[in-house]
C-alpha cells in the first residue's frame, strides 16, 4: 500500500483552458479533460439545477476519482494539493471524492484522503504540468460523458 500526492494544473473551473490532474510516489498517473469537455459538463449540470457555488468542487471530485479509479487497491493514503482552501470547500470534495471511491473499494476509509500543500517539487506538480503543458501524454483523457456518468 501506498501514499500519493494529487495535483492540477488548469484549474477545472477555468473553462477556456485544459485540466490535467496527476498523481505520484512510486505509482503514477494524469488525466486531461479539454476545456470542451468542462463546458459541456457545466452546461448539462447548470441544466440540472446543480448551484454555481457546487459545481466545480463535484466536477473536480469526480475528476479525481477517474484519475485514481484503477488504482484504488494500492493506495491507503491520498495527499490532495490545496487548491481550494476552506474546511467546508474540502469537505465537499472529499464527501463527492469518497462516495465515488465506496462504490469501487467498500474497505476504503475516509481518514486516508487529505488535503495538503503538495509544492512545486512534487512528482505529481511535474507530471500535471507536463500533460498540461502537452509535453508529456495523459495516461487517460477524459470526456464530458464519463465525467457526467458519475455526476
Not at 464527501?95 to 471511491?101: K, M, V, W
Not at 512528482?123 to 465525467?147: D, G, I, M, N, S
Request: hydrophobic residues 45%.
Amino acid at each position: 500500500m501506498m501514499r500519493v500526492e494529487v495535483d492540477q494544473s488548469g484549474r477545472i473551473e477555468y473553462t477556456k483552458t485544459n485540466t490535467a490532474l496527476a498523481f505520484s510516489n512510486g505509482i503514477a498517473g494524469s488525466i486531461l479533460i479539454l476545456a470542451v469537455d468542462k463546458r459541456e459538463c457545466v452546461r448539462v449540470l447548470r441544466k440540472r439545477g446543480v448551484r454555481k457555488e457546487l459545481l466545480y468542487y463535484k466536477l473536480f471530485a469526480v475528476a479525481l476519482f477517474l484519475l485514481l479509479k484503477d488504482f484504488l487497491k494500492e493506495i491507503d493514503a491520498l495527499v490532495i494539493d490545496t487548491e481550494y482552501e476552506g474546511t467546508a470547500v474540502q469537505t465537499i470534495i472529499k464527501g463527492e471524492l469518497f462516495r465515488l471511491i465506496l462504490r469501487e473499494h467498500p474497505s476504503s476509509k475516509a481518514s486516508w484522503i487529505k488535503f495538503a500543500q503538495v509544492g512545486k517539487r512534487s512528482p505529481a506538480h511535474k507530471k500535471a504540468l507536463a500533460v498540461h503543458r502537452q509535453t508529456e501524454a495523459p495516461t487517460k483523457r477524459v470526456k464530458a460523458a464519463e465525467l457526467l456518468r458519475y455526476l
